[in-house]
């Protein structure tokens, strides 16, 4: 447990400095409790963070959580849009999604 909040505190760090990839590992951190408190309005806040960034994993992420509704109002559209920033960086979860929701 104590080398979890040590892990998140070190990607939290990062990620306020603007790496996309520990903005996207601090996000995955809140959405699943990882050495911090689950909290799907911050790993939201991060997924994006790194999403915004170009970072295709955060964009993949960001698209689940508003297609399952994850710590935002659920959205197929913006899912989609987040997919294809994601699938046209060559992210094979986001392409499958994609085809799941027929898009």
């Not at 998140?8 to 590992?25: P, T, Y």
């Not at 963070?49 to 509704?69: F, I, P, T, V």
Request: aromatic residues 16%.
């Amino acid at each position: 447990m104590q080398d979890r909040k040590k892990a998140a505190g070190i990607f939290e760090q990062l990620a306020n400095e603007g790496h996309s990839d520990s903005q996207l590992w601090i996000g995955e951190c809140y959405c699943y409790g990882g050495g911090v408190t689950e909290d799907w309005t911050k790993s939201v806040e991060w997924y994006r963070k790194s999403a915004e960034q170009g970072n295709r994993y955060g964009q993949d992420r960001l698209g689940n959580c508003y297609q399952w509704g994850w710590g935002v109002l659920k959205d197929i559209d913006i899912a989609v849009f987040w997919y294809r920033k994601s699938a046209d960086q060559g992210h094979e979860d986001a392409i499958f999604w994609l085809k799941q929701l027929g898009k």
